[in-house]
């Protein structure tokens, strides 16, 4: 079965800091990948996502991706955050007829 | 275009009870998933409706359960509740079942406390 993980846990960082959050999977098929991002007190939203084509893909609010298909990987990049940044970040990822999976999660904190 | 609705958005109840919650689709979505939310596991899926029909079910126990009607709005209900229980239930729409891209629209969630 599809795992996804999410290497960091608690990424605390500064404003204008870059930021690059790592995401792993380990079923190496076709898949569909997702960053969905969660603010306090809000609901899950999608960030970006990727099918196909460019392995670079944008975002809203200047978030970018890229799929490295022979890492497994689907890391997410800000080159300068914000506090208003500060959300978890959920990685997901669908393979074939089966659910979407998510990662555990990274909890951004963004400090003035 | 109205979001994904989901009630009640806060419940409290005591172990052994059940809960049923609710969630209605964008309009025109015909699939409903249903996913766990905790602190130390994330998002854990637990099924996914399409067409008033379970079409996948994650690994919980039986007294998970849940059902979609005609107007694709579904209800989830946990039987016999337990502490562990507790956590955020997120219902997600889209236009086509798993066969599709994946790309899902999430409700704010049901916060559920069990004491």
């Known amino acids: 079965a599809q795992s996804v993980s999410q290497h960091n846990h608690h990424v605390i960082l500064s404003e204008a800091a870059s930021l690059e959050l790592g995401c792993n999977y380990s079923y190496g098929g076709t898949v569909n990948l997702f960053w969905y991002v969660q603010y306090p007190g809000q609901h899950l939203q999608l960030l970006l996502k990727?099918?196909?084509?460019?392995?670079l893909v944008k975002g809203i609010k200047g978030f970018e991706a890229e799929f490295i298909k022979s890492k497994f990987s689907f890391n997410l990049r800000k080159p300068s955050v914000q506090w208003s940044d500060t959300a978890e970040y959920f990685c997901a990822v669908k393979t074939g007829n089966t659910p979407l999976v998510f990662g555990k999660g990274t909890r951004l904190s963004v400090i003035a | 275009k109205a979001g994904v609705t989901q009630t009640p958005r806060y419940l409290i109840k005591t172990r052994g009870q059940q809960v049923t919650l609710s969630c209605s689709p964008i309009?025109?979505?015909?699939?409903v998933s249903w996913y766990q939310q905790t602190p130390g596991q994330g998002l854990q899926f637990l099924f996914e409706y399409f067409s008033e029909t379970q079409r996948n079910k994650g690994n919980f126990p039986g007294r998970f359960s849940g059902r979609q009607f005609s107007n694709s709005r579904s209800e989830m209900n946990v039987s016999t509740l337990e502490l562990g229980d507790s956590a955020l239930y997120l219902c997600a729409s889209s236009w086509r079942t798993s066969g599709g891209t994946g790309e899902l629209f999430f409700g704010e969630g049901s916060r559920l406390t069990v004491l």
């Open positions: 309009s025109g979505h015909r699939s």
């Open positions: 990727y099918f196909s084509g460019d392995p």
